[in-house]
């Protein structure tokens, strides 16, 4: 079985590229390296019917089954409207192809466990106090989470619900089924190598909305071999001993190397046969 896993896709954020684009050149290229499951680490779009409506259409188009866990920007809502946060999660937590709060096998001994995760600002300047981290204002710039979202608590309390909600699905996985290898799928960043490097003008302050911490301990306590994330926009692997990390975020189409969508799909698509 080929599985293949890709992050921040953002199907509503390009000039040259419109849906219709993404749809028919993922659907496209899952058919061409005959992939059986394709896994989306979030950011999909800006808007969760478009993120729900895409999947279904990717799935029915391409004949491969798609699963998805939503990233931060698939929960934005218009800045003036009022916040339906936690519906709307609710609404990704019951639909069948999201990984919210669930587990699946692909192969007797490997399972897939899915979460967004959530930033807790673990990795940022240490000049910038709480409050302000809290607030996500910085030199006129405000992080769009605070204006777009709304979780009713703070970003370290709701970190440690989602770490929390994960460490209970790899328990229940490892109890039913006691896989060898687990693929852990996260949106947020959980390691500290894949934030920015500082010091930086701009991610001294910003690193603390790119990472958790709270998850460090998953790798020491279950048969992770396999991390895969996105959110920070970079395309980069690393070992540590028998673990495999991975971010491989499309990200936007400004940031791309060309403006081919097939070719960036292929750098950014992780394969895995099981």
Not at 9 to 19: A, L, Q, S, T, Y
Request: net charge negative.
């Amino acid at each position: 079985m080929k599985l293949g896993f890709i992050s921040d896709i953002h199907i509503d954020r390009g000039k040259n590229h419109k849906e219709t684009d993404f749809l028919n050149t993922l659907s496209a290229y899952i058919n061409d390296k005959e992939i059986d499951e394709v896994y989306i680490g979030g950011d999909i779009s800006n808007h969760y019917e478009k993120t729900i409506r895409f999947v279904e259409k990717l799935q029915a188009l391409s004949g491969c089954k798609i699963y998805f866990v939503p990233g931060n920007h698939d929960y934005w809502e218009p800045k003036q409207e009022r916040k339906h946060t936690l519906s709307i999660h609710d609404t990704f937590k019951s639909h069948p192809q999201s990984l919210l709060n669930k587990s699946l096998m692909v192969k007797k001994d490997t399972a897939i466990v899915g979460h967004i995760g959530w930033y807790n600002h673990a990795y940022h300047d240490p000049a910038f106090t709480e409050d302000q981290l809290e607030r996500g204002r910085y030199k006129l710039v405000t992080w769009q989470d605070k204006v777009r979202l709304d979780w009713q608590t703070t970003d370290k309390e709701v970190s440690k619900t989602f770490a929390q909600e994960t460490m209970e699905t790899l328990d229940q996985v490892m109890k039913k089924h006691t896989p060898k290898n687990i693929i852990l799928l996260t949106h947020v960043i959980t390691i500290p190598e894949f934030t920015i490097p500082m010091p930086h003008r701009v991610f001294d302050f910003f690193n603390a909305y790119i990472a958790t911490d709270d998850y460090l301990p998953f790798y020491q306590n279950y048969p992770i071999k396999t991390s895969i994330m996105g959110h920070v926009h970079i395309r980069h692997q690393i070992h540590h001993g028998n673990q495999h990390f991975i971010s491989n975020s499309l990200a936007y189409e400004r940031e791309w190397r060309n403006n081919d969508l097939y070719h960036e799909i292929d750098h950014a698509m992780y394969i895995i046969e099981v």
